[in-house]
């Protein structure tokens, strides 16, 4: 699952293109940051995993938003006052969608390994960037990623996974989709990361129900109050942080395909921390998809630079 820092990455391009170029350590800094801040979102989306059993899918969720809300809110203390009545809109679909992606993320895990549900959580952004881009080689991605699904589901049907566990993991592929276009829309709406501040509150709300239901008292046990602070920690504050840092010297390109490593770290992550190992087609399959996600990204960069080429051709004509 993406963290919550994906946000606002045209401003992050264009702060990556104004930034001096230095050496390969300066090149190679943010990389790292922005890998270390998967590989916390994805270990702590193990640890999550093995926090389930005392506090439920959506109890520990609840604990995940509810802490980096209040940690957002006390980084950021966005201001409430001066928005349009269509800004709150933007924000509260953000946190609607957020809650959606991170819900229906956690009922996957704890019913198939971390691996391929990740790997087919990512399917939501690969069709997104696939439509964004309307260029006939993304079918090549798409038919590549489809037949990663195929190998994962046991070269045909998903017999091997949950049923269930497959459907929210796409769930929350579609969430995720949704996830990228609103978190856009609220970069431009909000300054910095308040949106991000006030979309994590709205989803931390929606779920506190959902969570009690389920949970009851055991969502306030000493342990389990800690647990889901270190969850909240490695999953949303961490990564934000690092990524933030980050994407003040990295292209977004970049950083997308970058993201499109998710599915193999969380593999990593699910067979060190919850000894969930993979077969060899599982394996392929995770591969495969991960290339059609850094395929359709570079394609759709390319089709970016090719227009402003083109712009910059017809503007030197002129």
């Known amino acids: 699952m993406a963290p919550v820092a994906a946000q606002q990455p045209e ?9 001096p170029r230095g050496g390969l350590r300066a090149r190679l800094g943010p990389v790292g940051l922005v890998l270390a801040g998967s590989v916390s979102v994805q270990f702590g989306g193990a640890v999550a995993v093995s926090v389930m059993p005392r506090a439920g899918a959506l109890g520990i969720v ?24 269509a800004d709150w809109g933007t924000v509260v679909a953000f946190g ?13 895990v704890a019913r198939i390994p971390m691996g391929p549900a990740v790997t087919l959580e990512v399917l939501g952004p690969l069709v997104l ?24 589901g046991g070269g045909g049907g998903f017999s091997g996974l949950d049923p269930a566990g497959v459907a929210y993991a796409l769930g ?20 910095q990361a308040d949106g991000l501040a006030l979309a994590m509150v709205v989803a931390a709300v929606l779920f506190l129900p959902l969570g009690i239901i389920e949970s009851g008292a ?31 010297r990295l292209p977004s390109h970049t950083f997308a395909v970058l993201m499109s490593l998710e599915p193999a770290i969380a593999a990593v992550a699910g067979f060190l921390v919850l000894s969930q190992a993979l077969t060899l087609a599982e394996a392929l399959a995770i591969s495969l ?19 402003a080429d083109a712009k910059a051709a017809r503007k030197a004509e002129g």
């Open 11 to 19: 401003v992050a391009g264009a702060e990556a293109a104004a930034a």
């Open 289 to 307: 998809v991960i290339v059609a996600s850094m395929g359709a990204v570079r394609t759709q960069v390319g089709r970016g630079r090719g227009r």
């Open 172 to 191: 929350a592929g579609a969430m995720w989709a949704a996830y990228i276009v609103f978190s856009a829309r609220t970069g431009r709406r909000f300054p």
């Open 129 to 152: 960037s696939v439509f964004a881009s309307r260029r006939a080689v993304n079918l090549v991605w798409a038919g590549l990623a489809l037949c990663g699904v195929f190998l994962l």
């Open 62 to 85: 609840t604990l995940r938003l509810a802490f980096a809300a209040l940690v957002l809110l006390a980084v950021c203390r966005p201001k409430l006052r001066g928005h349009a009545r």
């Open 96 to 108: 609607v969608t957020m809650a959606g992606m991170n819900g229906l993320f956690y009922q996957s």
């Open 218 to 248: 055991r969502l306030v046990e000493p342990g389990t109050l800690a647990l889901g602070a270190v969850v909240a920690v490695l999953s949303s504050v961490l990564p934000y942080t690092l990524e933030l840092l980050a994407l003040r």
